[in-house]
């Protein structure tokens, strides 16, 4: 088995999770590379690599950056970037997944990406509202520039190692879950009356 369409796959996925953090740029990092030559993507798909589109993506990402500092405009972002995120992952992965008919290449993009995509923009969402009931936003500056690394340093890492960047958001995913199952259960007062009798 060629390693290249899993490596594709892999760089997908992540650049698609970034998408979660930040729409623009995953796309820019992407473009970047594909301009540079440094990756290729499937035929269809090199307009993501062009000038134009490499302008488009500079100048958008510039915006969004700066949307998101900016107090109550970061809330109304969150409502547009979940569906353009997961619009974005699914491009994004199926443009990178190679030597596959274009319906199994796109229900990929879909699931896979769209579902990373989600997932994240779905975290960052709750972890922006818990800063602003908890800190009245004044927070929100921190939780955006924490994003922005996220967005940056995984969409990076999707580039020079896909496989290294899908095996931390395996990692990280596992993480969060424990954490949630490990705090059901000590709040599930079936399990507290069970362990006290103990």
Avoid at 169 to 178: P, Q
């Amino acid at each position: 088995m060629e390693l290249q369409p899993i490596l594709g796959l892999a760089a997908g996925v992540a650049l698609a999770a970034a998408c979660g953090f930040r729409v623009f740029v995953p796309l820019l990092v992407a473009s970047l590379s594909l301009h540079a030559g440094a990756m290729h993507v499937s035929s269809g798909f090199a307009w993501i690599g062009s000038t134009p589109a490499l302008c488009c993506f500079a100048a958008a990402t510039v915006l969004e950056i700066g949307g998101y500092f900016l107090p109550g405009v970061d809330h109304f972002l969150d409502l547009v970037a979940t569906p353009a995120a997961v619009v974005a992952g699914a491009v994004l992965t199926a443009s990178f997944i190679t030597d596959m008919e274009p319906w199994m290449r796109w229900s990929l993009g879909l699931i896979a990406g769209g579902g990373a995509a989600a997932a994240v923009q779905s975290a960052t969402v709750f972890v922006r509202g818990l800063s602003g009931v908890t800190t009245l936003g004044l927070a929100n500056p921190i939780v955006s520039a924490g994003e922005f690394v996220g967005a940056t340093g995984l969409s990076i890492l999707a580039v020079i190692a896909p496989i290294a960047a899908l095996a931390l958001l395996a990692l990280v995913a596992w993480f969060v879950c424990s954490r949630i199952a490990r705090r059901r259960n000590s709040h599930d007062p079936v399990r507290v009356l069970e362990t006290s009798a103990r």
